[in-house]
């Protein structure tokens, strides 16, 4: 392989003289110690490059090695349930040391003789109740030459010959690499049709976002980012969560790093870590490592998906990813643009959102991968460059409010800085689920909870009884939909989690409670007494007494909901 010597040095980024012949994106390793790095520029007989770790010691002369390779990682059996740093270097194995040997029972799914396309299936692994599938690289494919039969192997042994059109045979074994900045190859992609379901009302029922589509959650410090994350982590429904922490302070990753093998998977009973790979990158490590624990976070999530697995990004935060790129880019001396960001930060942005997709994979299946990525803005700025250029490659933007989390209501998403670009798209599977009204029932509760910010302005100047009697209502039910439907507690064991057939009962009921109490408005009725009716308080409550199991329970309020209301506004008798 190709060597070089390094020239200068300042930080992350290195300047070295080639002796020989080197590629952009290609990874290298520097120093007697091999650190890991990347080749970034090259400019004539010499190049740029970023290492991956700590370069304290580092002095021009060392050497650079070259791999002839692009930044890779190894994709197989086994990831799942493990901790790694932004390399994909596992965290429980001491630096230097060998990861230890893993053994697996493959069983074959081709013969000699059989054709393989790129990408699919040659065998899987028994055992796994996830990811059973042995993929070939999507860029392979061509006869079986030879396969093993039946039985325990080693992670590093071969199981597969095969020979491609040119006559020459490659051994594959129960892994493979692949660089973490080329998106994998699909069949073909599918439409995001269907909503990804997460189990919070305000998400489902406001802005719901795409099985395959793209959310940003932003918000200022303490409005609940990591928090939110993780309820959907436990909660929403995919196969498999890749949860990246890209910069974060060191205590908070290290709350993610307790918390999350001790949450236990509400489907199975089981951790949920056995569904999940979390990749560590605190803001005390290596900047350059930070800025490619994306690119591996989402090529282990496309791979994934490419067994047929629906699949859940959490990236906490892409703004300290955006730093990272900062940073180099000042060490690299380019012209910044604004707030100091590099120019490409809108292409990058684009790149990494761009890879979520619901598709057919390469081996025939059906995938997904859905990337939920928070965002830091100073301040709670949402104006800021990464949140600004964020907006314009997600579907949806929850925006996180420092008001309500201050107040306590969770989540703390604001429904009037937020929006769901595909939830029109979702009305025939709401329709599918039991909710034919769903659209409208949605665009209701919009506007409701537009016209509620207007009035709560004007009667912080006049007073909320010098409203008129219209109006005074329009804020009781605003109030019942953020108390009934919007608010719902992460730590309740009842209401942590709404299934879309409760979201509807309670939608349904929640809707009908405003349309009757204006048809009693219009009888004579006051506000107050709407407000005091016992039916208004068991529907402010109806979130935590009526859980999933006992979804039946919301009959019992229509007939109370009915009488109630009927009851209002009538004379009395004789009089």
Known sequence: MAEARIRSISGPVLHASAQGSFAVGEAVEVGESRLPGEIIRLEGGSFVAQVYEDTTGLKPGDPVHGTGAPLSVPLGPGLLGRIYDGLLRRLDVEAGEAAPRERFVFAPSAAPGNRLAPGTAFGEIEGAAHARLCLLPPDLGGEVASIVARGEVDAGDTVLVLRDDAGREHAIGLFHRWPVRRPRPVGRRLPADEPLVTGQRILDTLFPVARGGRAAIPGGFGTGKTVLQETLAKWCHADIIVYVGCGERGNEMAEVLEEFPQLVDPRTGRALMERTVIIANASNMPVAAREASIYTAVTVAEYFRDQGLH?????????????????????????????????????????????????????????????????????????????????????????????????????????????????????????????????????????????????????????????????????????????????????????????????????????????????????????????????????????????????????????????????????????
């Open 311 to 575: 699949v859940a990004l959490m990236a906490d935060s892409t703004s300290r990813w955006a730093e990272a790129l900062r940073e180099v880019s000042g060490r690299l001396g380019e012209l910044p643009g604004e707030a100091g960001y590099p120019a490409y930060l809108s292409s990058r942005l684009a790149g990494f959102y761009e890879r979520a997709a619901r598709v057919e994979a390469l081996c025939g299946r059906e995938g997904s991968l859905t990337i939920i990525g928070a965002v830091s803005p100073p301040g709670g700025d949402f104006s800021e460059p990464v949140t600004s250029h964020t907006k314009r490659y997600v579907g949806c933007f929850w925006g996180l409010d420092r008001e309500r989390a201050q107040a306590r209501f969770y989540p703390a998403i604001h429904p009037l800085q937020s929006y769901s670009v595909d939830a029109g798209r979702f009305a025939p599977w709401w329709s599918a689920h039991g909710n034919d009204n769903w659209l409208r029932q949605r665009e209701k509760l919009l506007v409701l909870l537009e016209e509620q910010a207007q009035l709560e302005r004007m009667a912080r100047i006049v007073g909320k009884d010098a409203l008129p009697a219209e109006q005074q209502l329009t804020l009781i039910a605003a109030e019942l939909v953020n108390e009934a439907l919007l608010r719902q507690s992460a730590f309740s064991p009842v209401d942590r989690y709404c299934s879309p057939q409760r979201q509807s009962e309670m939608l349904r009921l929640a809707m009908r409670f405003i349309a009757l109490a204006r048809e009693a408005l219009a009888r004579g009725a006051r506000p107050e007494e709407v407000a005091a009716l016992p039916v208004h308080r068991r529907l402010q409550r109806m979130g935590e007494e009526i859980g999933e199991d006992a979804i039946g329970r919301f009959a019992e309020l229509w007939p109370q909901l009915e009488r109630e209301m009927a009851a209002l506004g009538r004379a009395p008798a004789g009089a």
